[in-house]
C-alpha cells in the first residue's frame, strides 16, 4: 500500500469503478406469478386516505390536490 494520499485514494476509488463496469445480473424469470392486478377503487381508496393537511412530496404535489384529482388519476394509476 502506497503513502501518497493521490495514490491512496486513487486506489480506493479503482474498487468502485471495477463494480460498476461489471455485467448486470439477470432478473429471475418467474411465469408462475399472477398478474398484478390493481383496480380503480383501490386507487381511488388510497388517495382518498391522504391526509390534506401534510406537506407536498417530493415531486411538490400537495395531497389535497391528489385527493381532488382521485377519480381521473385513478384511471391512469390502474
Known amino acids: 500500500m502506497s503513502h501518497c494520499p493521490t495514490a491512496r485514494l486513487k486506489e480506493f476509488y479503482a474498487r468502485f469503478d471495477r463494480d460498476i463496469n461489471s455485467e448486470p445480473s439477470p432478473a429471475p424469470c418467474n411465469d408462475d406469478q399472477p398478474p398484478f392486478v390493481v383496480s380503480d377503487h383501490d386507487v381511488r381508496r388510497s388517495f382518498y ?25 385513478a384511471t391512469v394509476f390502474k
Open 49 to 73: 386516505k391522504l391526509d390534506e393537511h401534510k406537506a407536498p412530496g417530493p415531486d411538490g404535489i400537495a395531497p389535497r390536490l391528489l385527493k381532488l384529482c382521485c377519480s381521473p388519476l
